[in-house]
């Protein structure tokens, strides 16, 4: 799925989200793709920064319109 190593998905629809994402990559057989879900934006910015993509430095966020998460994801970054 365009190179993606880990996708996650964060908010009140997360997890409905991440099993449509599921089924997508199981029937292209991207069996290697972890997903995750979260509810608590805390909890998504933690998980990306820390254990997504199993520590390799290159991590890209596609944010849409969640300034809360942007600017929370910005500043624990800033802090590594």
Do not use: K
């Amino acid at each position: 799925m365009l190179g993606s190593v880990e996708l996650c998905a964060v908010g009140p629809e997360a997890e409905q989200l991440h099993d449509a994402l599921d089924a997508v990559l199981e029937a292209s057989g991207a069996l290697e793709v972890v997903t995750t879900w979260h509810q608590s934006i805390s909890d998504a910015c933690d998980y990306f920064l820390y254990a997504a993509a199993a520590g390799r430095a290159n991590l890209l966020a596609l944010i849409g319109e969640h300034p809360e998460l942007q600017a929370m994801l910005v500043e624990r970054a800033r802090a590594l």
